[in-house]
């Protein structure tokens, strides 16, 4: 029994402290104005159906007292006819009546007093639920201001769930950024330092850079002089001394003629024979 009193004082403890946090002051409070506005329709409905009551009463007591002054009218009538039974009986049904309306006489002093107290307690009730709304509001806006208040603190501080979250990778984004930043500053060092080779064959130093630049321009250099002398129709030989290589100096040999037969020679050889 011991234990089963434990679990179930903790069970209440722990709905307790879920239901606390579930709960909303705000909906709590609607929900009380709510029901005393209930409560005050309740009360003028009450209030309302003993002055139906009182009224119904009233209706009863005019009609009785209007048979009651028929009755006394047929009892003169019946005595001045000398007919003194009948104005006996006439006066005996009005007795009776009389004691009705008197009996609702005091039933209508009762409702009217009733109904007097209700409108009383219904005036009163409708004050307090008129100060309770105004009290409702006023503690509505406040709990809505401090929380409020809260959240922004918690979002500056960084303490509140979302913003931690935001934080969080925030800060995680930061330091793979900078590992990032710090692997590629290595690798560039190392490659500078020619600790690591460039596989792609595209990491080279500032000096074999330049160097290449400069035997570049020569190449260009060289081959728009060449197609400049082509198009002067010198010769092949100024590209060879734009480079620095001199060419020796060497006369052109004569031209030799061509061999051309003669009607001579026939003869010559005819002779030689």
């Given amino acids: 029994m011991g234990i ?8 209440r403890a722990k709905a307790n402290k879920a239901l606390d946090r579930a709960e909303d002051p705000r909906e709590t409070l609607d929900y009380s104005y709510q029901k005393q506005l209930e409560m005050l329709q309740k009360v003028r409905r009450g209030v309302a159906d003993v002055a139906t009551s009182r009224k119904r009463l009233e209706l009863q007591m005019n009609q009785l007292q209007q048979q009651s002054a028929k009755l006394k ?6 005595l001045s006819m000398g007919r003194e039974d009948l104005a006996r ?22 409702l009217q007093g009733e109904e007097e107290k209700l409108t009383l307690a219904a005036q ?10 105004t009290k409702k509001e006023t503690i509505k806006a406040t ?46 060092e190392l490659l500078a330092s020619g ?13 074999s850079l330049e160097l290449e630049r400069m035997a570049s321009g020569n190449d260009v250099e060289s081959e728009l002089a060449a197609m400049k002398a082509q198009l002067a129709g010198g010769s092949t030989e100024a590209p060879r001394q734009i480079e620095g290589q001199s060419a020796p100096n060497q006369a052109a040999p004569p031209a030799q003629p061509s061999a051309q037969p003669t009607q001579e020679q026939p003869q010559r050889q005819g002779e030689g024979s």
């Fill in 4 to 11: 089963l009193n434990r679990f179930a004082m903790i069970f």
């Fill in 73 to 78: 009218d047929q009892a003169q009538k019946a």
């Fill in 89 to 110: 009986e006439a006066l005996t049904r009005r007795s009776g009546v009389e004691q009705q309306v008197a009996d609702l006489g005091t039933q209508h002093a009762t």
């Fill in 124 to 133: 009163r009730l409708q004050s307090k639920v008129e100060a309770f709304r």
């Fill in 143 to 188: 709990y809505t201001a401090a929380e409020a208040q809260t959240r922004v603190g918690e979002a500056f501080s960084g303490i509140s769930e979302e913003m931690g979250d935001v934080g969080l990778a925030i800060q995680r984004a930061e330091d793979k950024t900078a590992e990032l930043q710090a692997r590629s500053g290595a690798i560039d």
């Fill in 195 to 207: 600790a690591l080779d460039d596989v792609t064959g595209t990491g080279r130093d500032d000096i």
